[in-house]
């Protein structure tokens, strides 16, 4: 059980383009898995998704009323002694 409080508090937005989710397919599942999609919109324009998450251990609590801020993912894969993926790591930043 989370200490949060349950309010949709702890959400960020950010965008995956069409190549990463079609080239990149596991380390996006992965990623997506550490929360809960709240919203996920098409964007033709930039051809990406734009998704936003309810994540506490990436993004900071807002207070009422304050918009859900941008965020860029940094990715880091560990990779065995045997060459293969293992797993990944996700940090956010908040984008100003």
Do not use: W
Not at 16 to 23: A, G, K
Request: charged fraction near 20%; proline fraction near 3%; include cysteine.
């Amino acid at each position: 059980m989370s200490n949060h409080t349950c309010r949709l508090a702890f959400v960020g937005r950010f965008q995956l383009n069409r190549e990463m989710i079609c080239n990149s397919a596991d380390v996006v599942q992965a990623l997506l898995s550490q929360g809960i999609i709240v919203r996920a919109e098409a964007l033709a324009h930039a051809d990406s998704i734009e998704y936003i998450m309810y994540a506490p251990q990436f993004f900071r609590e807002l207070t009422p009323g304050e918009q859900v801020p941008n965020y860029d993912f940094t990715i880091d894969e560990f990779i065995s002694e045997a060459g293969e993926s293992v797993g990944y790591s996700f940090e956010a930043t908040e984008v100003k």
